[in-house]
């Protein structure tokens, strides 16, 4: 993992993860980085006969640059000729035109992850998918997703779900997109969520709210999509890109039944969960 021509293919040895089928190649000049990476992507890598779809090289800066005390969410800014600028705390990152190649300036493993989020951001976007912070929940092959403001209880919600045997696909980020034929399909991403886990059918998509009684209620798409917008990282800082956002995720509600979980902090939010992901959407 040492530096090289950014122009030239990865190196034998480059870190190559793969995230809701799109795979990139990690090519970082600074070798102690390789432990820390492996720890974050180690259950993402991919297998040895998948094809890297993008590449992102990363090299040390000039100077000894401070860690930042907070992470900030990247700054982007189109920049000439199609490139897309990512700025952040002590790093930054220029990507191509088609976002599959991304060099970046910065040190830790923080830029390299943040830079990633936007590369996966954008291959989902061509697909007409979204990247999602929020909670995806699995039963059975069907997934629900939960967005909501900062302690709505996603968090949470993944915790109870996983002291009742269930399946969490990521409980900060979760991958959807659609597929031929009609629905769409949900993946995890490794942070926050340490294993990977099988994508799933999404079927639902949803609100929080907290009460002492876990019931699930009706909401009508666009109350859902009002909290999903704010939760959907945006790759593209321009009309066209926010178009496309509205658009993906009209669709998405469109395909998935909207709701609002209202749970209590005990082993009843995932009963209802549950008991609605064995009901909804069969016959």
């Known amino acids: 993992m040492n530096g090289g021509d950014p122009l030239s293919g990865p190196r034998d040895g480059a870190l190559r993860v793969t995230l809701a089928g799109w795979t990139v190649a990690l090519d970082v000049e600074d070798d102690a980085l390789a432990g820390p990476l492996q720890r974050v992507f180690g259950a993402f890598l991919a297998p ?11 090299r040390n800066p000039p100077g000894p640059i ?3 005390t907070v992470q900030e969410l990247p700054r982007l800014e189109p920049g000439d000729s199609g490139t897309l600028r990512v700025e952040g705390a002590g790093y930054s990152a220029v990507l191509s035109p088609d976002r599959c190649h991304a060099d970046v300036i ?31 929940l699995v039963h059975e092959g069907r997934a629900a997703l939960f967005v909501g403001h900062s302690g709505a209880g996603k968090s949470t919600l993944g915790g109870l779900w996983r002291e009742a045997g269930g399946t969490v696909l990521a409980d900060e980020l979760v991958a959807v997109w659609p597929v031929e034929g009609g629905g769409w399909r949900a993946a995890g991403t490794p942070w926050n969520v340490p294993v ?19 019931r699930w209620e009706a909401q009508g798409a666009g109350e859902v999509a009002r909290v999903l917008l704010l939760n959907a ?22 395909s998935a039944e909207t709701a609002r979980l209202v749970f209590s902090r005990d082993a009843s939010a995932a009963h209802v969960v549950r008991a609605r992901l064995d009901a909804v959407g069969r016959p």
């Open 106 to 136: 910065g040190s830790g493993r923080y830029p390299v992850e943040n830079v990633i989020k936007v590369m996966l951001a954008s291959a989902l976007a061509k697909r007409g998918g979204l990247l999602i912070h929020g909670v995806g």
């Open 196 to 214: 990977q886990t099988a994508e799933a059918a999404l079927v639902a998509v949803g609100t929080l709210g907290w009460d002492s009684a876990s």
């Open 66 to 68: 401070a860690p930042p």
């Open 233 to 254: 990282l945006l790759p593209e800082p321009t009309p066209a890109g926010r178009g496309a956002l509205v658009g993906a995720a009209g669709r998405v509600l469109s």
């Open 48 to 58: 040895d006969a998948v094809a890297s779809d993008a590449r992102l090289v990363m």
